[in-house]
């Protein structure tokens, strides 16, 4: 790729676009955009994309329209990634295209319906949601005349492969080998991963709350929150708790984005990379907070594991959401004349190919690309005798 004023203001280790890697397919320039920009629009514009708004973060679609799906979620990471990128003169449109793509390859349920999925598919090369992204982006996503997938730029691929097993890694040629080599992404990835977490971490804390899940109480043991919440109850004493908590979360998350700019800063300062070639040479990514906060930040991250993914109520959900994603793929593997013709023909064409390995890859993929409900309803007409079957 020729000279491209996108890459103007950026820092010689930011992934510019003049060094990009490409597209496996080359395809004419994007125009009025940069590369990246269009990867952005790309992603924007398809099916998946659009599916995250019925998938679920933690809280499942119907239980009420107030909690994050994995669409706002995707656009919470965003606005995060782009803010980190931009201060530190990094590739913002690179950001923000990794961010909104990063949970493409979602299952239905959350993590629920992730591992439900995994186990379904052990015999059968499993199930991994970021080497599900891959695909989606590279094979399913059917837009386009000339290529298959959405045809992304190298460096966007990258990063939305943010976890890759060694086995599946091997298969996946130069975009799966610094999983073998143990070398780092992009910064601009690395951005993307953080920002997942303090959104997530974050905003799961909203919902939390909103849902009668946990309460301030149980939040004033997070040291993070406490400090936070004193800050706020001293300025503000007589706030009703719903601003009060906002007004927590919001200075939680500014003093997490704070936090993570300065520390990677002072980071690349440090280890001063000639290019975006020594940031994945480095040993360790460079993108991340001090010591004391990721401490604190980890220190959130388990009290929502004990009292949010574990509260009995969430616990309920998860082990019906296994039980609706084991029996469709149990069902569809079984009989694939139960799917709908297009996902019939893909997993007799799977068959054909890599005998069982290929008809669950099919299966996998179809249910993959459910929305929460649309897996619910579709477990009720194969199941529930009393409902129509289509
Ligand atoms: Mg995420």
Request: glycine share 6%.
């Amino acid at each position: 790729m020729t000279e491209n004023r996108a890459d103007e203001g950026l820092v010689p280790y930011a992934s510019l676009e003049s060094r990009s890697q490409g597209r496996r397919f080359a395809e004419p320039g994007p125009g009025y955009r940069g590369e990246y920009e269009r990867d952005r629009d790309r992603i924007v514009h398809c099916t998946a994309f659009r599916r995250l708004v019925y998938k679920t973060q933690v809280f499942v679609n119907h239980e009420g329209d107030l909690y994050r799906t994995r669409l706002t979620h995707s656009l919470e990471v965003a606005q995060i990634g782009r803010s980190v990128a931009r201060r530190l003169r990094l590739n913002e449109p690179l950001s923000e295209a990794i961010c909104l793509a990063h949970d493409l390859g979602h299952t239905p349920f959350g993590h629920a319906g992730q591992d439900a999925l995994n186990a379904c598919m052990r015999d059968f090369g499993g199930f991994e949601h970021n080497l599900q992204s891959l695909r989606v982006v590279d094979e399913l996503e059917e837009r386009y005349a000339e290529f298959p997938g959405l045809n992304l730029t190298f460096e966007c691929r990258e990063g939305i492969l943010k976890h890759c097993s060694a086995r599946n890694a091997a298969t996946l040629g130069e975009l799966g080998r610094r999983f073998l080599e143990r070398r780092q992404p992009s910064l601009e990835a690395q951005i993307a991963n953080v920002a997942d977490e303090i959104a997530y971490n974050n905003h799961d804390v909203d919902d939390g709350v909103r849902a009668g899940l946990i309460s301030v109480e149980e939040l004033l043991t997070v040291p993070l929150c406490a400090r936070h919440h004193a800050v706020v109850v001293s300025r503000f004493p007589n706030l009703p708790e719903r601003r009060l908590v906002h007004e927590m979360i919001r200075r939680m998350i500014n003093e997490l984005v704070t936090d993570l700019i300065v520390s990677t800063q002072a980071r690349l300062d440090e280890a001063r990379p000639a290019d975006a070639a020594e940031v994945r040479a480095a040993p360790a990514p460079l993108v991340g907070f001090s010591p004391d906060v990721a401490a604190e930040h980890q220190a959130l991250k388990r009290f929502l594991m004990d009292h949010l993914y574990r509260h009995f109520r969430v616990l309920r959900m998860t082990r019906k959401a296994s039980r609706v994603i084991r029996e469709l793929f149990a069902a569809y593997f079984d009989d694939v004349r139960l799917l709908p013709v297009e996902h019939r023909d893909a997993a007799l064409a799977g068959a054909e190919r890599d005998g069982n390995s290929g008809k669950a890859r099919a299966v996998a993929d179809y249910i993959a690309g459910m929305t929460d409900r649309f897996a619910i309803v579709e477990h009720g007409r194969l199941f529930d005798p009393r409902l129509p079957v289509a």
